[in-house]
């Protein structure tokens, strides 16, 4: 067998984070940090799974992939049930679970067992739990690499469904637009209508080199709360209080539109008033923490615009930051003054490829 070698690339929200869980549409690019996936036979029909980045591996069976699997399936049908988060978390505790859980998705869409043993090894530029898509970029790029096992060329559309079913097992109720995102490149337009219906269209046109230039990131750290959890907590506010979740879910509708035509024609007045509107309906569902929301102030004070990207947090630290403001030194000396890492990030790559 001949070495297979993809990657796929991280993500961020444009806008629509969080509402896309309530079939409201957002727009996604993918970003060029990759998540890159190597798979090499073995003499025995063992399978490991090796990461660079957490400088661990796992040696597992076919059998025993099957059986995590079946095991993730059951414990994630009882959290759609019940929301428990730490039953959730528990069927990715060992993080080389996930890649493992991907294997075994992919084989079970696919109909297929494996031909032989191989080594899939993981290695990623992306920030884990920044609001970057790493774990999208991890499933997209296994998921791939496994399809290869099978087939010449790649089906983007198979290999995204396989990619959403190990995201549901990771983050609970994810949108799916994360690994679309991943998956495809570019900007997506995504929205799903249903569990059977989701819409992905890739958007035709790019961002405008004049509005992409303005575009940078500050990377606040990894939240304590992870993905899953911060859908739950908009999840549980949605049962409290419908009537405030539903006027944002409708006012976050309106501003993905708008960006829409904002980033045709664009226009840069506009862009900065949508992503300022947008961050206040994220602040309204109380998935920023008050640690991200003084920084942006001081951002909009500069007459520029910041929001999360993600899932965001509560604590502190909410990932990363999406900057809007064409002045780079002067983000750079507001990421400074918080010892944060500041990264001037292309927006719109390619998705899913070989290497």
């Keep these: 067998m001949k070495k297979i070698h993809v990657s796929a690339p991280g993500k961020l929200h444009l806008l629509g984070e969080h509402v896309v869980v309530y079939n409201k549409p957002a727009i996604i690019t993918a970003v060029n940090k990759r998540c890159f996936v190597t798979i090499t036979s073995r003499k025995d029909q063992k399978i490991e799974v090796v990461s660079a980045n957490l400088k661990a591996s796992k040696i597992v069976t076919e059998k025993e992939i099957i059986e995590k699997t079946k095991d993730a399936q059951s414990k994630w049908e009882t959290y759609v049930k019940t929301n428990d988060i730490s039953l959730l978390k528990s069927i990715t505790s060992d993080p080389l679970d996930f890649p493992i859980i991907v294997i075994g998705e992919a084989l079970k869409y696919l109909k297929k067992t494996l031909p032989f043993g191989f080594t899939l090894s993981i290695k990623s530029d992306i920030p884990i739990g920044s609001g970057m898509g790493s774990s999208a970029a991890i499933a997209v790029s296994v998921a791939g690499a496994i399809y290869l096992l099978f087939n010449k060329d790649f ?98 509708e309106k501003l993905v539109r708008e960006l829409l035509a904002a980033i045709k024609s664009g226009d840069n007045t506009l862009m900065i008033r949508i992503i300022r509107a947008g961050e206040k309906n994220l602040e309204s569902l109380g998935v920023v923490s008050d640690f991200a929301k003084t920084i942006i102030g001081k951002i909009e004070k500069l007459g520029g615009a910041a929001k999360i990207c993600g899932g965001g947090g509560v604590k502190k630290r909410t990932g990363v930051l999406l900057v809007y403001y064409e002045d780079k030194d002067r983000i750079k000396a507001i990421a400074d003054s918080y010892h944060l890492p500041f990264l001037q990030v292309p927006l719109g790559v390619e998705g899913l490829r070989q290497e």
């Design 155 to 252: 089906d983007k559309e198979i290999i995204n469904e396989i990619a959403y079913l190990a995201e549901q097992k990771k983050h609970g109720m994810p949108s799916g637009g994360d690994n679309s995102a991943s998956c495809f490149g570019g900007l997506v337009w995504y929205r799903k209508e249903a569990v059977e219906l989701k819409i992905i269209q890739p958007i035709s046109f790019s961002l405008p080199k004049k509005l992409a230039d303005n575009f940078s990131v500050i990377q606040t750290g990894t939240p304590n709360e992870s993905t899953g959890e911060m859908v739950g907590i908009v999840r549980t506010l949605y049962q409290k209080n419908p009537q405030l979740v539903n006027g944002v879910l409708l006012s976050q």
